[in-house]
């Protein structure tokens, strides 16, 4: 084989060409028509055992050609990506390809090149570093939630039903006369004051007593679902029992059944719980904001292939959720399963698969020029680290990636270490959380299940903008 025209091209892609001469053409024609034969049939022969010159003077003596072609490309384009030293990314596309006179083949492929980083600034930036006190009011609210866990349910059935009520009820929304979709429910608990039905509905309820059954007048939202929005509607109801959730008094007695033998140490493991997952949040927002601070410094062309595997790999991580881990399946049919449109693949998905893939050019780059290594030491303990967090065994570990890639893993650690250790944390007031607003939440979620494609759609949402994984990470998830 010979490599020649190699031109690399301003937007990362590369195009080259590779003559195969026809010594390495017939070989691969006669692989092709070895493997071809047993399914062929002529005249006077068994099938399958039909001479390659009696099948060429019936078909033509281009019969087996394009599947030698076929066949012979991938060596080709290996020998052409290694003799010309080109790094390449992604799959290649042959362009062009033709028999020669001689009787070789020539081929033009092209493909994407992985990219050139220039670095920026990468040490000593500044980031800001949320910093808050935690006040005594988010220690009760802890307090409130852990009592909410710790109610008893206590029966009311002998009184009308007053807001803060679970009430247990039968309902069956008309629409027109006639039910509407998801408007049915039977034995559904309701904590009135909740908020968690269309205004109105829970209201209507307060003063019934149990066993009686009601008309509920009620008018949806404009904001609400199409087909039922701004309608008026009748929701027939029946109360079938009330109770209440009787809190534990906040003593030494509570903190006891939680651990403690007074409520003062209670609430003081608390405060410093709250105060833990703030640091960890704080460094995690830290972290995440110098590195994009690195990467906007950086000056690099991504190859839209990259950003298409990273796409792949987000979606295909987060399916596995499912059980979806069959790779027959096309990235189209797992984004219809999983309730993912093209708006949100823009919108969310390739941004943080392209800000990943940047992220890894980041400590590729800061990796050579750092000259960083990892010690054989170093990589047990990653790949000692990786074993306890997927429950699998270092030997496992290190049979399914290979101790090159664990090395590599280790280096790119060493150099987000690197970037993060150098920063400089500048303090800032945690901005006030906005109340979430509240929205009409359907009557019924009980027998058409039409809300969970929409579920689905934004933990994948959500998944694809969690801090980037390492590739080891990702493909042991």
Do not use: W
């Amino acid at each position: 084989m010979i490599v020649k025209n190699i031109e690399k091209k301003e937007d990362n892609t590369v195009s080259f060409q590779v003559s195969c001469d026809a010594a390495e053409f017939e070989k691969a024609v006669n692989g092709a028509y070895l493997k071809a034969k047993k399914n062929i049939y002529i005249p006077g022969f068994r099938k399958g055992k039909a001479p390659r010159a009696i099948i060429e003077g019936m078909y033509g003596t281009e019969v087996f050609y394009q599947d030698a072609m076929d066949e012979l490309a991938p060596a080709a384009f290996d020998f052409g990506a290694k003799e010309g030293e080109l790094n390449i990314v992604g799959a290649p596309a042959v362009s062009d390809v033709n028999v020669t006179e001689e009787k070789g083949v020539d081929y033009t492929f092209t493909a994407d090149l992985y990219p050139v980083v220039t670095l920026g600034q990468y040490k000593g930036l500044e980031a800001e570093r949320p910093v808050r006190e935690i006040t005594d009011e988010d220690v009760n609210n802890e307090l409130e939630s852990a009592r909410k866990r710790n109610a008893r349910k206590v029966s009311a059935d002998e009184r009308p039903a007053q807001m803060g009520d679970i009430a247990n009820i039968d309902f069956d929304g008309y629409l027109n006369g006639e039910r509407f979709d998801g408007g049915k429910s039977e034995g559904y608990e309701l904590e009135l004051g909740s908020h968690s039905f269309v205004p109105g509905f829970e209201e209507q309820i307060v003063g019934m007593t149990v066993g009686e059954e009601k008309d509920l007048d009620i008018t949806f939202p404009q904001e609400y679902t199409p087909e039922l929005a701004g309608k008026a509607v009748v929701f027939k109801v029946k109360l079938n029992s009330l109770s209440y959730n009787e809190l534990p008094e906040l003593d030494d007695e509570f903190a006891g059944d939680n651990g403690f033998d007074t409520l003062d140490e209670y609430k003081a493991d608390i405060r410093a719980n709250i105060e833990k997952r703030f640091n960890e949040q704080a460094d995690s927002a830290f972290r995440s904001e110098v590195v994009k601070k690195a990467i906007d410094n950086m000056t690099v062309t991504v190859p839209k292939s990259m950003i298409a595997s990273k796409v792949e790999d987000i979606l295909r991580n987060y399916a596995a959720n499912f059980g979806l881990t069959d790779r027959s399946l096309s990235v189209e049919k797992l984004m219809e399963m999983m309730g993912v449109d093209e708006n949100m693949l823009n919108q969310n998905i390739r941004p943080a698969a392209e800000y990943q893939v940047k992220n890894d050019l980041l400590l590729d780059a800061v990796v050579l020029e750092e000259k960083l290594e990892a010690t054989a030491e170093e990589i047990e303990e990653f790949a000692k680290k990786m074993a306890d967090n997927f429950g699998t065994t270092v030997d496992q570990l290190k049979s399914y990636f290979g101790e090159e890639t664990l090395a590599e893993e280790v280096k790119k650690d060493k150099a987000g270490k690197l970037i993060t250790d150098s920063a400089v944390a500048v303090a800032a007031a945690e901005e006030e959380k906005a109340e979430p607003k509240k929205t009409a939440k359907k009557a019924a979620k009980t027998e058409d299940g039409a809300e969970k494609p929409k579920r689905t759609r934004k933990k994948a949402e959500a998944k694809a903008e969690e801090e980037p994984k390492s590739e080891t990470e990702a493909a042991a998830e």
